[in-house]
Structure formats: C-alpha cells, structure tokens
C-alpha cells in the first residue's frame, strides 16, 4: 500500500510535466464552451440576437443618412416647382404625395414636415413641435425656400401645428406595445408551461384520462384570455390617464382584437413547444419566432421604412395585422368590419399552427 502511495506521488509531477500545468483548465473551458453550444437560447442571444437586430434595423434606417431631412410635399399647383428647389438642397430629400397621404405619411413618422402650396405662390408647412426633428425641419426647409426664391421677394410663409388624433408618437407606441405583450404573453406563457409541463412528466399521467388531445391544447391556448383583459385595461389606461390618448374606436372592438390575438399567438406558442423537451430548447425556439416581428412588424417605428418591396411580407406577419388593426380602431376610429384582411391573417396564422401543432404534439 505504502508503495503504491509513494508511486502515485512520484507520478504527479511527471503528469503535470506531460500535460502542462494548465491541462486542467483548458479541460474544463473546453468542456463549458461544449455545454454551452448545445443551448440553442446562449446561441441565438450571443450570435443571432445582434445580426437580426443590426440588419433590421440597418435596413429600415437605410434611407435616412445622418443630416438629411425628409420632408413631403402635398400633390397641387406649384408641387414641382417646390419639390425642384428643395432637391437642390444636399441635406433635404422631397417627395411629393396626396394630401391625405402626406399627412399620413407624416404621422407615421416617415416625414418630418408637410409642405403645402398655396394659392399665390406661398407656402404652409404642417409641423409636429412635440417632435425636435419636425421643428428642425421647418427652419430648415423656411431657409432653403427663401433663398431659391430670392431674399428680396420673401416667399410668403406659415406654419400650422398637427395635433390630429394619432399624430405624436406616444400615440403610435402604444397599439405596438399592447400587441407585443400579447405576442409575449402568448407565446411564453404557452411555451413555458407546456415544455415545463412535461419536464415534471406531468403529461405522461395525462394519457391516461379520457381527454382528448385537442382538448388540452385548446385550453393552453386560450388561457391566457383573462390576462389578455388586464394587459390591455391597463396598458390603454395608463396611455389615456397619463399621456392623454384619445381612443376614438369601440372598447369591444379592442377586446375582440385582443382575444383574436391572444389565441392566435397562443397556437403559434403551443407550435414551437409542441415537441421541445427542455425550457433552453422552447427559448430558443420562441426567440427565432418572435425576433423577425419584433424588428419588421412596427412595433417602436413604421415598418414603412423598410423597402416597398417586403411590405406585402410584412403585412403577412401576425404581429403586424395585429398592430395595423389596433391602431386603425385605436387611433383611427375603424369599425372591425373594415380590418377583414388583418383579421384573416390572425385567424390562419392561429387555426393553421393549432393544426400544426395538434399534430406535431407529443406526450412524452
């Protein structure tokens, strides 16, 4: 026995001499780099969390470079000839649209300031003076106009303030907000409660009882219905109490968007944990889905600033039919007859993913 103690002994140092005396910590750091590459939520928030983000965002903001002010002018008399002075001007970029479009576009936040032509050659400039850039904006584009006028004969100027209903941002912020955190509440609570759920092998005692499986993940789906209620009473409620939005539509318009959404994520939940055995595995799953509509589907500024081109993609999008139909109802006044599309996409986004879902599920 003494022997063998003495050999062991001896042993060591010739180990350490072999290996290096940092063998046993580039083991365990190779070991933890393993372990964490085999949890799909580290990967997804370390690598692809801030590409997606990057690129999104990258992408919407493309066509606004630092120093350049876009404006837009109403279509009408004297449109051109304004549109050609202020092209001339390297850090204004002009459009001309509609009046009902200009001023939309201006409200969505795409444009900084509303140019009007007026009869006799003068001009009225629609401004938003909650906002710095729109401010900016109208001194800036003042000057550009009376210099291509000639400062002699001064172009005659006013400016009037767009206070219409929707028109600050607080008031686009809050539809996006209420319908991520029924995104959020949605496919979290649905997800995490089905994969912990059968973690705890609590679905295996299920098996046995006469329920049907559809039955069960009907019930997931729509159990987050009653908090559905509460996030949209007091998120609207702090949003007209504290920051005086107007909601112009009916309240039980609201609550059936907020149901329709609410399952429909719920579905769209119950599908990306349907087969999941671990919580890393559902978060990172969840974070693939929703990531894509946190960045495209307007939820903190227009997806308009995107290119014209992915806008019917985006528009596919259920966190976007969901936003575009609040807002119109919120902001707008619509009647729920008038949001048939969006509310079809809710609808085969929620009926196609509980199919799906009902079919991919597994017990165990």
């Known amino acids: 026995m003494q022997a063998s103690e003495e050999k062991t002994v001896t042993a060591a140092p010739e180990t350490l001499l072999r290996h290096g005396r940092w063998a046993g910590y580039r083991g365990l750091l190779w070991a933890r780099l393993l372990e964490l590459a085999r949890e799909p939520e580290v990967i997804f928030w370390v690598f692809a969390f801030p590409l997606l983000l990057a690129m999104g965002l990258g992408l919407a903001f493309r066509q606004a470079p630092v120093g350049k002010t876009p404006v837009v002018i109403s279509a009408g008399p004297g449109a051109a000839r304004l549109r050609h002075w202020l092209q001339a001007q390297p850090r204004i970029t002009a459009a001309v649209l509609p009046a009902a479009a200009a001023l939309d576009q201006f409200r969505l936040g795409r444009y900084d300031l509303v140019i009007v032509p007026q009869p006799g050659g003068g001009v009225l400039y ?131 968007l907020g149901v329709l959404g609410a399952v429909s994520f719920g579905a769209l939940g119950l599908l990306t944990a349907c087969r999941a055995q671990k919580i890393e595995s559902v978060s990172g799953l969840i974070n693939v889905v929703m990531m894509p509509m946190w960045v495209f589907s307007g939820v903190f500024f227009s997806y308009q600033r995107f290119p014209r ?45 509980f199919a799906l879902a009902l079919r991919g599920f597994r017990w165990s």
Do not use: C, H
């Not at 006028?149 to 172009?155: E, I, K, Q, S, V």
């Not at 006469?210 to 159990?223: E, H, Q, T």
């Not at 528009?315 to 707008?332: E, K, S, Y």
């Open 126 to 256: 629609r401004y938003d003076p909650s906002r710095p850039e729109s401010v900016l904006a109208r001194r800036r584009v003042d000057d550009a106009l009376q210099a291509a006028a000639g400062r002699r004969n001064r172009l005659a100027a006013r400016s009037r303030p767009y206070r219409q209903p929707g028109a600050r941002y607080i008031d686009f912020l809050i539809p996006g907000l209420l319908g991520m955190n029924l995104m959020n509440s949605g496919m979290w609570g649905v997800g995490f409660a089905l994969v912990e759920m059968r973690q705890r092998k609590l679905l295996k005692r299920l098996i046995a009882t006469p329920m049907r499986r559809s039955d069960f993940l009907l019930a997931l789906a729509s159990s987050r219905l009653l908090l559905m209620v509460v996030e949209v009473a007091l998120l609207l409620g702090v949003g007209v109490w504290i920051f005086s939005i107007r909601v112009l539509g009916s309240w039980a318009t609201i609550l059936l």
């Open 309 to 353: 081109i992915v806008w019917p993609l985006i528009r596919l999008l259920p966190l976007t039919a969901l936003n575009d139909a609040l807002r119109a109802v919120i902001l707008q006044g619509a009647p729920l007859a008038a949001q048939g599309g969006r509310l079809l996409v809710l609808a085969a986004w929620g009926l196609i993913s």
